[in-house]
């Protein structure tokens, strides 16, 4: 199915019969660019019969770009005037209504998604990215892989390994359900308005099987959201609070686990986090 998509001049007349001034608040950046939204998708491999979730769809420009491949959207939008316009502009072009869902929801609490989707492909709210993706990755298990758009800065933290000095606690945490990649970068120009960050798109792929339980996982991002606090400190002393309220408390646990009381959390693999976790 070929999908006219929404140029420049698409996204200004809808926004203005709708009265939408794009706000930062909501992180409101549309991309006016078809070939940007023909690209996500094709780095995602989104294939006919799929079921793909977008978070925040906005005017429809990527909504569209995901539906011309013959996948089914469920497009989850806070701003009750886009939710309300996208059904519309979907139907304009040809696409039979079973194939879009549209749920306006704030993303960070939704629990519940029709068409139990498999793929996750946006260009995400930059302000909420990664609480956003978190609480997808937790809440919807179905969700094996996808293609997200974030500030250029996130992305590089969410695929970097331990060792490195962007590596932090939204690495680690992002890691415990599965492996994150840079996927290519995204020109400021394609989005009205011109944002003053720059973006990429990066991909992810769920391990085959979960690395713990609900509550270890809690446990672990407990102690990962402790290292980074202090990431200059020694974990003996960064995990204190955490471990029994003093170094040799929490050396004694280090130890336990198998990982060196003098090292810092941005040497350690999520796995290391869970080793300790489980050792205290
Ligand atoms: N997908 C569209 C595009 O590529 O042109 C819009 C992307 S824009 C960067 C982010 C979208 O997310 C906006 O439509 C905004 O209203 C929506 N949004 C912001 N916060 C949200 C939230 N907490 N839950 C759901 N949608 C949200």
Do not use: C
């Not at 072009?93 to 029709?114: F, I, K, N, Q, S």
């Amino acid at each position: 199915m070929t999908v006219q998509l929404l140029g420049a001049a698409d996204i200004r007349r809808l926004a203005a019969e709708l009265d939408v001034t794009p706000t930062k608040k909501l992180g409101q950046n549309f991309v006016v660019d078809a070939n940007t939204v023909r690209k996500i998708v094709h780095a995602a491999r989104v294939e006919a019969g799929e079921r793909v979730v977008e978070i925040g769809p906005g005017l429809g420009s990527l909504t569209l770009a995901i539906l011309e491949t013959g996948a089914s959207v469920t497009a989850v939008e806070i701003d009750g005037r886009l939710a309300s316009r996208l059904a519309q502009t979907a139907a304009e072009r040809g696409v039979p209504a079973r194939a879009l869902t549209v749920v306006e929801h704030d993303a960070l609490t939704v629990t519940e998604l029709p068409g139990d989707p498999e793929v996750l492909v946006a260009n995400l709210p930059y302000n909420v990215s990664v609480p956003v993706l978190l609480h997808f990755m937790e809440t919807f298990p179905g969700l094996n892989r996808g293609v997200v758009m974030v500030q250029a800065e996130v992305g590089e933290r969410l695929a970097a390994a331990p060792g490195s000095k962007i590596y932090g606690a939204p690495s680690a945490k992002a890691a415990w359900y599965g492996s994150w990649r840079l996927a290519g970068t995204v020109s400021r120009q394609v989005f009205w308005p011109v944002p003053g960050v720059d973006s990429v798109l990066v991909g992810f792929e769920r391990a085959a099987e979960a690395m713990g339980s609900e509550e270890e996982r809690a446990a672990t991002f407990r102690l990962v959201d402790f290292a980074f606090q202090q990431r200059r400190k020694m974990l003996r002393q960064a995990l204190s609070g955490a471990l029994g309220g003093s170094a040799a408390a929490s050396s004694e646990v280090l130890e336990r686990a198998g990982v060196d009381p003098t090292a810092r959390g941005e040497q350690l693999t999520i796995a290391d986090f869970l080793r300790i976790a489980r050792a205290a």
